[in-house]
């Protein structure tokens, strides 16, 4: 565990107060009501057998099944009526302590710490409230709104450290540190307030329970005229009503029975000063279940009411509960209860209780709902390694997951199992729970059908904490679910002639020691659409043995979770497997073994196996480098396996590679060693990789004693320590068709050999030898290595074939274990070839190697793209090209700024038309008038910086409209557009864009003075062809845009002669948004996101005309200059390879400000029968533009 690690979990602990951690299953049910079964005492042992034999922990748990018979209680490694700190349950006494004085009239919900202090004389250890903590209600404290912080988290006078720290760093049985209870209302009162951030309206604190401790001591002596303590209190109000006999609040360290284990330390005594009555009280699992049923019930033994029903409804009303967040996950804190209500995030079940943690035990006392059961869960330990290795903060959290899970699978269930030989069905409820095995018999029926159950269940799941992040998992109800304490059992047995089919949507459980769901046997065969899972020490979800096939569809999930065990396990001489699903394990087991059998894993197939284990033992003495390792997959005895599809093994915490002492003592977990992942492990056997493997340990492991063939054609193996770790025995590997070794070589003892043809190898040679241990190396292809360094490539015969120098003008390989060098011939210039990273962008030519950020992030991505395991390789392809700048370039999404400018700039024109600046014949009468347009344009950019790239432009189109003169100065309107734009990016392809556009416009004027503005929106369906020539590929693609576009224009014209002379100012705002869209074509094809781009142009000018009058026709030649101003918004465009798309990059956008000089020459014919023809010709002149025209033609009409 890393530093950052130990404060995450650290300050996980302060937050609860160290005495208080929630991780509770959760499950849905939707709408059902659930069965009545006998069963449900077998199943709580038969889940507490099996989590003591897999984990090691023991435990004691009790069941109430809220009718009225004897609780279940069972002790396991632990005295059943054995006492335990509960922790933070602590608090639930506290607050029904409270609320009975309230009933009694000692304080109300609303009184406030300042009126109770005066009242009283309440000692809170400060001598005047800090301000806003005087308003502080009862109720504030109850339910975790008060902002008063956590003691633990605060820092006495004189010391460096926080309490808590100074609580765990005392030996245990001290009494140290000294501290009084009204020091810890202080301790906390000094950091007040702490206000929690958004969604959480409240933070969990210690201090609230201490404080109303200290209200409730001092109001009880001023009423009964006693120095009653509250643990007096407690005994009083509720223990002795409860009949919780046993049950009591310690007030020193020596409580009786009370012993437990924390990382490998005994703990016989502690301190309980500092939980004090936030979380020292005592109890035993029977006190507990007589609590948990009082708690949903109020009703004592004798019939009466616990606390008066209006308290008791209030104590959980969510109306009157603080929503706060206890590890990540939400929960309502009502008065000293909480309450976890999914009912409105679509989970309808709901529970009342409390969960405590302190130095040495855990404990979860819950009542659920739904199900009418309690459940009461005590560990004698807070944090603990299991016999897997697996790190737990609160152990008893897993166990009372495991418990609910199995309750909520058997009620759920229709009773008695409706299965028979030829399958099982969806009952009612969805499923059904067994605790025997279904053996098939092909006399009865040759096939096994387990149907979906048409429902899913919610719960969270802490094993996967580490994993995710979230624990909140779904899954699908399984139809079937079996439970057993035997080991080497099967849920289902099929044996030879019988067909096995899951269907899609099905899911079948396993839970037990060497459990498997399914055991297919010699002449059988199973068809996987759906999901299987098994849970348990040493399990497999499916085990294949001799002669019997399986065949896992695209989509299903063989899932095993905890250690020693597999997902998929088969024998040898097994018949056809092909595996087209998922394959994954959690924990430190393998997602495939494989013994003396061949099995195929199609490109849909993936092996995945998680660990969030540590490197050692229940005993916290022994480690040593194999402990608890995962795997991808195991190959033993000559097995084969075909892998196209991926085999991915993930250590959460994982082992460094540094030598591991055997034997040495490690006390406290967080420095325990990681566990190795390996990708995939062979002894005496062949693997065919045309797919991706990949390690957080080592890619492929080749095991002492064993020769083995690995043959990596056209696929990828990645290792973080080693892409291969070689044993003693003779191991070949071949590296061809276009294939990737990512990570340094060990091939171990043994007479080994490493053949590279056409293939790459990825070299870290800062961490020491690059390839080590090859007998033979022949090269006949490239290696990437990072001359800087001074790692080496270890003793080997080294031959280099002709080939070698398909990619490298030049390679040096010096016997003498000097680094090896390569450089390529580019233009005259060497370029020299710094790492696998880096690559051939970075030439010597270039300014600090570097090409611009866009061109960086292309080529980050273009070098995970060498992990595909299809095709050629982007840097291959790359690597090729004798202009790799330009090369990376045609790799770039197209940009649609030109389509974009084109619109600002010609569609303004078109509005001016559109609003009758020529001749109509109705124009001066009060009427209505129609109008059309026939318009097209070409023109051409190109510039540098910032500015867009080169391109051609053209379009046509139509539009049409009408409109209404409500006097001779005033116009309103609507017009339609229908038009094509064409980017054309010459030899890398263009963009064609239809446009449907539409809006209002207006027009006043007077005398010589014009404003016009128009209003629309128009839609745009986008065809898109990338050509990169480098590559011969063309990319299509088809998406679609929508923009919101405003214009306006103000003129003022005025004759000089024969001249009219017209000042104009004129902007267009425009709003563009872009889908996301997928390319289809080569290795190039992109997946680009969408995006959103905002426009912004601004013109003043000056247009200077003469008209010519020709009988009945005007002619009006015009010459025009204008400053125009254009801001610009190019926003990044994240994209990603679709043949990787794990790997994205992104375009650097910009903000750009242009300042162009725009000169326009235009002729205009107008007709006084209202047809119009006009030719304009426009011309942008900046210092980052040139050749940058237009050329544009229109004809309207009007009447």
């Not at 005047?128 to 902002?147: K, R």
């Not at 399914?518 to 497999?540: H, K, P, R, T, W």
């Not at 009468?925 to 347009?933: I, K, M, N, V, Y």
């Not at 609507?974 to 963009?991: A, H, P, R, V």
Request: glycine share 10%; net charge negative; with cysteine.
């Amino acid at each position: 565990m890393t530093s950052r690690d130990i404060n995450m979990y650290k300050n996980l602990i302060i937050n609860l107060g160290m005495l208080f951690l929630l991780v509770i299953p959760c499950v849905c049910h939707g709408d059902s009501t659930y069965a009545a079964t006998a069963q449900a005492e077998d199943l709580l042992l038969l889940i507490q057998n099996n989590h003591f034999t897999s984990t090691g922990i023991s435990s004691n748990v009790g069941l109430n099944l809220g009718n009225n018979d004897p609780p279940t209680i069972s002790g396991m490694g632990v005295d059943q009526d054995g006492t335990f700190r509960i922790g933070s349950q602590s608090k639930m006494f506290v607050g029904s302590a409270i609320l009975l004085m309230v009933d009694k009239g000692y304080f109300s919900l609303t009184d406030t710490l300042g009126d109770l202090q005066k009242k009283y004389d309440v000692d809170l250890g400060v001598s005047e409230l800090p301000d806003g903590a005087e308003s502080i209600t009862v109720e504030q404290l109850l339910n975790m709104s008060s902002q008063v912080p956590n003691y633990m988290g605060s820092t006495r006078s004189g010391s460096t450290s926080t309490l808590w720290d100074e609580w765990i760093a005392a030996d245990y049985g001290s009494l140290s540190p000294e501290v009084t209870h009204t020091e810890l209302a202080a301790l906390g009162l000094s950091n007040y307030p702490e206000v929690a951030s958004s969604p959480w309206e409240g933070t969990y604190s210690n201090t609230n329970a201490v404080i109303l401790s200290l209200i409730g001591e001092a109001a009880y002596a001023a009423k009964t005229n006693t120095n009653a303590t509250i643990a007096d209190i407690l005994n009083e109000l509720v223990f002795t009503p409860a009949e919780m006999n046993a049950t009591y609040l310690a007030m020193d360290s020596n409580a009786t029975d009370i012993i437990g284990s924390e990382a490998g330390k005994e703990i016989t005594e502690m301190d309980p000063t500092i939980p004090w009555a936030s979380g020292a009280v005592v109890s035993t699992v029977e006190d507990q279940l007589k609590w948990i049923q009082i708690l949903q019930t109020n009703t004592l033994s004798n019939g009466t009411s616990f606390l008066p029903e209006e308290l008791f409804a209030a104590r959980t009303d969510l109306a009157n509960s603080t929503l706060i967040s206890m590890g990540g996950i939400p929960l309502w804190y009502g008065y000293n209860v909480f309450t976890l209500d999914f009912t409105g995030s679509g989970v309808p079940l709901s529970l009342i209780g409390h969960g405590g943690s302190i130095a040495g035990y855990s404990s979860f006392s819950a009542w659920y709902q739904q199900l009418n059961l309690g459940l009461v869960v005590n560990v004698p330990s807070l944090t603990t390694i299991d016999k897997n290795g697996v790190y737990t903060i609160t152990p008893c959290e897993i166990l009372l997951m495991d418990l609910i899970r199995g309750m909520e699978r058997l009620y759920r269930s229709d009773g008695s199992l409706n299965a028979n030989l030829s399958g099982v069905s969806a009952g009612t409820y969805g499923g059904y729970t067994s605790f025997d095995s279904i053996i098939t018999n092909a006399t009865n029926s040759t096939s096994f059908l387990v149907e979906a159950s048409g429902r899913t269940t919610s719960y969270l799941d802490l094993t996967l904490i580490d994993v995710i992040g979230n624990p909140i998992v779904t899954t699908i109800d399984p139809t079937l679910t079996y439970y057993t304490n035997s080991t080497g059992t099967a849920a289902v047995v099929l044996t030879s002639g019988v067909n096995g089919t899951v269907a899609d949507n099905a899911r079948a459980e396993a839970y037990g020691p060497e459990t498997s769901v399914f055991s297919i046997q010699s002449g059988a065969s199973l068809d996987l659409y759906g999901e299987v899972g098994a849970y348990g020490d040493a399990a497999s979800a499916i085990v294949v043995q001799n002669q019997a096939s399986l065949n896992t569809a695209e989509d299903s999930l063989a899932y095993m979770q905890g250690g020693n065990g597999s997902a998929i396990s088969v024998e040898s001489g097994a018949d056809t497997v092909t595996i087209g699903g998922t394959a994954a394990v959690l924990g430190p087991s393998a997602a495939l073994r494989v013994d003396n059998s061949t099995v195929t894993v199609t490109d849909t197939g993936k092996l995945a196996a998680v660990t969030t284990s540590r490197s050692m033992n229940a005993t916290f003495h022994t480690v040593s480098e194999d402990t608890h390792a995962v795997y991808g997959a195991v190959l033993e005895n000559n097995a084969v396996l075909d892998l196209y599809g991926t085999t991915q093994a993930t250590a959460v915490y994982a082992w460094d590679g540094e030598t591991i002492t055997q034997g040495e003592y490690i006390s406290d977990a967080s420095d325990m060693p990681g566990v190795l992942a390996v990708g995939v492990s062979m002894q005496n056997s062949t693997a065919n990789i045309y797919g991706l493997v990949s390690s957080t340990g080592y890619g492929v492991e080749m095991r002492d004693g064993s020769s083995n063939t690995l043959n990596i054609n056209g696929g990828a193996v990645a290792g973080t320590l080693y892409s291969i770790k070689g044993g003693s025995g003779d191991d070949t590997v071949l590296l061809s068709n276009g294939g990737l070794l990512d990570g340094n070589i060990d091939l171990g003892g043994g007479n080994n050999s490493l053949t590279v043809s056409d293939g790459y190898l990825i070299l870290d040679l800062d961490e020491g030898a690059g390839i080590a241990n090859a007998d033979t190396l022949e090269f006949s292809s490239t290696i990437w290595i990072d001359p800087g360094l001074s790692g080496v490539l270890g003793d080997a015969n080294y031959t280099l074939a002709s080939g070698v120098t398909t990619y490298a003008g030049s390679a040096v390989i010096l016997n003498d274990m000097n680094p090896i060098t390569f450089s390529l011939s580019h233009d005259g210039t060497d370029v020299r070839l710094y790492s696998s990273r880096d690559w051939t962008y970075y030439a010597d030519n270039i300014s600090n190697n570097d090409l611009g950020s866009t061109l960086d992030t292309m080529a980050a991505a273009a070098v995970q793209n060498t992990l595909s395991p299809t095709g050629t390789s982007l840097i291959a392809a790359l690597d090729r090209s004798d202009t790799p700048a330009g090369a990376a370039a045609q790799l770039q999404p197209h940009t649609t700024n030109g389509l974009a400018l084109a619109l600002v700039r010609q569609t303004p024109d078109v509005h001016r038309a559109l609003q009758h600046q020529y001749h109509i014949p109705t124009r001066e009468e009060r009427g209505w008038f129609a109008f059309g347009r026939l318009h097209g344009h070409f023109g051409h950019q190109n510039g540098n910086g910032e500015a867009a790239d080169g391109y051609d432009i053209y379009g046509n189109g139509m539009a049409l409209g009408g409109g209404r003169n409500f006097s001779p100065h005033l116009q309103f309107g609507l017009f339609l557009d229908y038009g094509t734009e064409t980017q054309d990016f010459s030899s890398t392809g263009d963009m064609d864009d239809t446009i449907l556009r539409m809006g209002p416009f207006m027009r006043w004027s007077s005398g010589t003075t014009t404003w016009s503005t128009a209003i629309s929106v128009a839609t745009h369906d986008v065809s898109s062809t990338r050509n990169v020539p480098w590559l011969n590929e063309s990319n299509d693609a088809d998406f679609n845009m929508r923009d919101a576009m405003v214009s306006t224009s103000l003129a003022h014209s005025f004759h000089v002669g024969n001249l009219e002379l017209e000042p104009l100012v004129e902007g267009v705002f425009m709003i563009l948004d872009s889908d996301s869209y997928k390319e289809d074509g080569g290795i190039s094809a992109l997946s680009v996101d969408s995006q959103q781009s905002k426009y912004l142009a601004s013109t003043a000018g000056l247009q200077l005309s003469r008209t010519f009058h020709l009988g009945t026709a005007t002619l009006t030649p015009r010459l025009g200059m204008a400053w125009w101003h254009q801001w610009l918004n190019r926003p990044d465009i994240n994209a990603a390879f679709r043949s990787d798309p794990a790997y994205s990059f992104s375009t650097t956008g910009a903000k750009t400000d242009q300042d162009l000089l725009r000169l326009n020459a235009d002729l205009d014919l107008e007709i006084n029968s209202g047809l119009h023809f006009k030719v304009k010709y426009s011309r942008y002149n900046g210092a980052s533009m040139y050749d940058n025209n237009v050329l544009a033609l229109s004809f309207d009409f009007a009447f």
